[in-house]
């Protein structure tokens, strides 16, 4: 039941921002770590960046001081504003998060559709 939607992906010329948005619906008793990862055409999947419960980050090193990640948890929502965007920042960016869906469940690693990014002139 648990849905994880995104949104904020488009075309962006070098140099621009763009902020995506993740929010998770469904049943949902509580949300661990949530992130964001990337892949491009021809690349594998990479982690960009990780929040947890608590706020504590993480980034891949070829975003530090681009991007921030962070979280409103009474939305269940993580957004990733991404600044001075890269043409190898193109990627289709995919948000998860580990989400106990009901007391007593299992904590899970549930995956969005994906959103595309395309950083071009």
């Known amino acids: 039941q648990v849905q994880l939607v995104e949104s904020g992906g488009g075309l962006v010329q070098p140099g621009g921002s763009l902020r995506l948005s993740c929010a998770a619906s469904g049943s949902i008793f509580g949300i661990s770590n949530m992130g964001w990862h990337r892949q491009a055409p021809g690349k594998q999947r990479e982690l960009v960046a990780a929040?947890?419960?608590?706020?504590?980050?993480i980034y891949a090193d070829s975003v530090k001081g681009r991007f921030t990640i962070s979280r409103d948890n009474a939305k269940n929502t993580v957004y990733l504003q991404m600044n001075s965007l890269k043409t190898d920042d193109t990627a289709v960016y995919y948000c998860?998060?580990?989400?106990?869906?009901?007391?007593?469940?299992?904590?899970?690693?549930?995956w969005g559709q994906g959103t595309q990014v395309t950083v071009s002139s």
């Open positions: 929040i947890t419960s608590g706020g504590s980050t």
């Open positions: 998860n998060a580990v989400i106990r869906p009901r007391i007593g469940g299992s904590l899970t690693d549930y």
